[in-house]
């Protein structure tokens, strides 16, 4: 076993990278995407990293030229040393949701750190190998049917940031998986003007999920360890693992939640590690009357037990008009262990409280229990 403070990039970097420049074509980024295997690709002009395309950013865009060249969707991507420790790579990629991150010496690209590097490394890291799935998974995770369209996984995807989806029979059975790259390979197609666009944002794709789904699903059971379960990721060249009992799907285990439970190790000087993510708004004030609701509900979860890392993902649905409605998705790491919420509501603050409400009564139930079984062995 080893210490996660005694990592740094250079251990998990890979010199070989595959990088796009700004004047490359945006069918040219796809193309080269499907073939690496890969959702990202650094932006290089004259050995510098400049930024990062994703797969993400290209189906939010949903339509462009053929002829658009990569610097029209290129993102920010922040800097990273070979020299850095691997918990700042791990804080970058959960705060910028990228599986790769490029490495760069005075500028220039060096190397890159894909997160099935970083999770390998994690696997033999002390505190986090030996515990089981259950204990970090999200349970009831959202799923769609096979007979669903494929219009349905990518909403759901686009609301909830995921990549991959579990698939279900009509009898509630895992049967298979369908991701980002399955849906691309079926609904991105030319179309006139010289476009290239996401087929059935207007009109009906008519493809059901079961007939793009993967099968048979990866899956494990809650009692498997979570080195098992990244050695199985790996193996299987997965980034999404199902936990299931006798074929029910019962939770799932992404790359990311494995990075949030390493990060949740790291002794924080600065207190509780929030991140908000989903909301599509531009008025400041919403972010900061929304942080203060989280600030009030982890002063009062911090007096029952101290809070380490929350994750905030809120998702936006428009029912009725310009008036729209908000789930709040919240998974929070605790010293007492991990727990999980969601709520909906109109109103966007009073769904972020309820859900740190209910996060609160779990704990406490949680807590009082503990209390009555150390009384009873007490007496």
């Known amino acids: 076993m080893i210490e996660i403070s005694s990592l740094s990039i250079k251990d998990v970097m890979t010199k070989d990278v595959a990088y796009v420049s700004k004047e490359d074509k945006i069918s040219d980024v796809i193309a080269r995407m499907s073939a690496e295997k890969v959702h990202e690709l650094p932006v290089v002009e004259n050995g510098n990293v400049v930024g990062i395309v994703t797969y993400n950013t290209l189906l939010k865009k949903k339509y462009f030229p053929l002829t658009a060249k990569a610097e029209i969707v290129m993102q ?20 910028s949701h990228l599986s790769d991150l490029p490495v760069s010496r005075n500028g220039k690209l060096v190397g890159i750190v894909r997160k099935r590097d970083v999770l ?15 204990e970090i998974m999200t349970p009831a995770p959202e799923a769609v049917r ?12 686009r609301g909830l940031d995921e990549k991959n989806l579990p698939v279900l029979d009509r ?18 197609k030319p179309v006139k003007g010289g476009k290239k666009e996401l087929n059935g944002e207007n009109k009906p794709i008519e493809i059901s ?4 789904m993967n099968k048979p699903p990866i899956a494990m059971p809650p009692t498997a360890t979570v080195e098992e379960a990244i050695k199985t990721m790996i193996d299987k060249d997965i980034s999404t693992l199902f936990v299931a009992e006798d074929s029910k799907l019962v939770g799932v285990l992404t790359l990311r939640d494995v990075l949030e439970q390493a990060m949740s190790l790291e002794k924080r000087q600065e207190g ?3 991140q908000l993510t989903g909301l599509q708004v531009e008025d400041p004030d919403v972010y900061d009357s929304l942080y203060s609701v989280i600030q009030k509900g982890l002063i009062r979860i911090a007096k029952i037990a101290a809070p380490k890392i929350l994750n905030v993902h ?13 789930t709040v998705h919240a998974r929070l790491t605790t010293v007492r262990g991990l727990y999980f919420t969601k709520t909906t509501d109109w109103d966007l603050f009073r769904a972020m409280n309820s859900a740190l409400e209910i996060l609160e009564k779990e704990i406490k139930k ?3 229990i503990d209390l009555t079984k150390r009384k009873k062995r007490a007496g």
């Open 76 to 95: 920010h991507c922040p800097p990273l040393s070979e020299f850095d420790p691997i918990m700042k790579g791990i804080e970058i990629m959960i705060n």
């Open 120 to 134: 390998k490394a994690l696997s033999k890291v002390r505190g986090l190998r030996t515990r089981a799935i259950s």
């Open 146 to 157: 096979e007979s669903d369209d494929v219009r349905m996984a990518l909403s759901i995807m």
């Open 171 to 188: 009898n509630g059975k895992l049967v298979g998986v369908i991701g980002l790259m399955d849906i691309m390979k079926f609904t991105w």
């Open 209 to 212: 999920v079961g007939s793009i």
């Open 272 to 274: 509780v590690y929030v």
């Open 314 to 326: 809120v998702a936006t649905y428009n029912h009725e008009g310009l008036r729209s409605k908000y």
């Open 366 to 368: 949680e807590r009082d």
